[in-house]
């Protein structure tokens, strides 16, 4: 039970998120996929605006101090986050390929989808991969320093840091000039860049999509 309490405690602003984006669901007047668009992006805003309070906030003592309870439960909330990106998707593409162009208001609400699905999958790995440098782990606690990442120049690392190399990854599939140094580091470098890959693609089918939509 403790240990619930603390995943609740540290992701908080998850699932914030997570409740914005059901209330929206079950109360708006929309149908169909617009109401699941509504949701998504709902639910995609108030997780980035809590992230980002959370960047300017926290510093590398911060880091340290909630690393070792952070990641505890991460794949539930990765596994949902997926889960509301998926859906999300699917929602803009049907939207997108109606028969009838949708209403302006309603390619505006698909449109905002896809960018801020794909910032909120980076935020996410960002701060798992802060989580897995300065986790307190029992490798950790037997190789004490650096855990995974080697970031030049810097011997401990800030948010800024793992936002640099998470979007990097989410945007080029490579690493950059940061070294990537242990397997479970690896783990978790690869899984992003293999979901990286395919909602990339999404984007662009969705951009194609939409570029038809506008013009018949």
């Known amino acids: 039970m403790e240990r619930v309490r603390n995943h609740l405690h540290h992701h908080w602003h998850f699932y914030l998120a997570a409740i914005v ?3 929206i669901f079950m109360g708006t007047g929309l149908s169909g996929p617009l109401r699941t668009l509504a949701a998504g992006d709902g ?12 960047v300017y906030r926290i ?10 309870f952070e990641d505890e439960g991460i794949l539930v909330v990765i596994l949902i986050a997926l889960v509301v990106i998926g859906i999300s998707s699917l929602a803009i ?10 209403a302006p208001w309603a390619m505006a609400l698909a449109l905002a989808g896809a960018p801020l699905g ?31 990442l080697a970031f030049k120049d810097t011997k401990e690392p800030g948010i800024w840091e793992f936002l640099y190399f998470a979007f990097t990854v989410g945007m080029t599939a490579q690493t950059s000039d940061t070294e990537v140094s242990n397997t479970q580091m690896r783990r978790a470098v690869l899984g992003h860049s ?6 990339n693609t999404a984007i662009i089918a969705m951009a194609v999509n939409a570029v038809v939509s506008a013009a018949s």
Request: no cysteine; hydrophobic share 50%; glycine share 10%.
């Open 21 to 23: 984006g059901g209330l």
């Open 43 to 54: 639910f995609f805003f108030v997780y980035l605006a809590a992230a980002a309070t959370a």
């Open 59 to 68: 510093d590398v003592k911060g880091l340290k101090k909630s690393a070792a």
């Open 93 to 102: 593409i049907t939207v997108l390929r109606e028969k009838h162009a949708p």
């Open 118 to 148: 794909w910032m909120a999958l980076h935020t996410i790995a960002t701060f798992h991969y802060a989580n897995l440098f300065y986790g307190q782990s029992g490798r950790a606690k037997a190789h004490p320093g650096p855990q995974g």
């Open 194 to 199: 293999v979901v990286s890959f395919f909602y």
